[in-house]
């Protein structure tokens, strides 16, 4: 089982829609949760981080992470066609030797259509 | 304030050759990681550098290495080029703290390798 699962996409949206983003892990350890936005070519860009369970908004983002079901959640709401890139969460814990190490997903490939 | 700075961002090289890869970190970074991307495998951490000394390693062999000098720049180093290192190559800093505000990381535009 990979660390962190992520459901490649592609995903298709209306402009406009509120789109779901998903993650699970398996490693208990993860403490500190990101999201990664990428376009095509450049490097990912940080959108938001938490290290706690519960929700986290920043504009027309949400963060959600739930450590008992090892499971993280954006939420975009109000899609605009400039969200579309592949979004990519990760992880990383801080246990031993694993400092300093993000584990990443896949990414998911979401393209919103005006 | 200036980005996590990369360069070259493309280049080609042949089978056997070996590349370096540059890396400027946003001032006041001390951490630099470099990672590996590629479709089939996604992102995958290659080393990180805090204060000129390798701090974690990443599960690739022995041709990929790395430093970081004494103003946080780091370089990679990839010998003996094989075809699957055909990738992206992307380079990180943070600040490097312990905390996990210290840790946000911030990534560069990338370099992209082609090897023939």
């Known amino acids: 089982q990979k660390e962190v699962e992520q459901d490649p996409g592609p995903l298709s949206v209306p402009e406009g829609a509120i789109v779901s983003l998903n993650c699970t892990y398996s490693n208990s350890a993860f403490q500190y949760f990101m999201w990664y936005r990428q376009y095509s070519r450049k490097g990912p860009e940080l959108l938001m981080y938490t290290y706690s369970s519960g929700n986290k908004e920043d504009g027309r983002f949400t963060a959600q992470v739930d450590k008992s079901s090892k499971y993280i959640s954006l939420f975009i709401r109000d899609s605009q066609p400039s969200d579309s890139a592949t979004y990519l969460c990760?992880?990383?814990?801080?246990?031993?030797?694993?400092?300093?190490?993000?584990?990443f997903g896949k990414g998911t490939l979401l393209t919103v259509n005006p | 304030k200036a980005g996590v700075t990369q360069t070259p961002r493309y280049l080609i090289k042949t089978r056997g050759q070996q590349v370096t890869l540059s890396c400027s970190p946003i001032s006041g970074h001390r951490s630099v990681s470099w990672y590996q991307q590629t479709p089939g495998q996604g992102l995958q951490f290659l080393f990180e550098?805090?204060?000129?000394?390798?701090?974690n390693k990443g599960n690739f062999p022995g041709r990929f290495s790395g430093r970081q000098f004494s103003n946080s720049r780091s370089e990679m180093n990839v010998s003996t080029l094989e075809l699957g290192d055909s990738a992206l190559y992307l380079c990180a800093s943070s600040l490097g703290d312990r905390q996990p505000r210290g840790n946000t990381i911030y990534f560069g535009e990338g370099s992209w390798l082609t090897v023939v």
């Open positions: 550098y805090f204060s000129e000394t390798q701090r």
């Open positions: 990760a992880m990383m814990d801080y246990s031993g030797g694993s400092n300093y190490k993000l584990t």
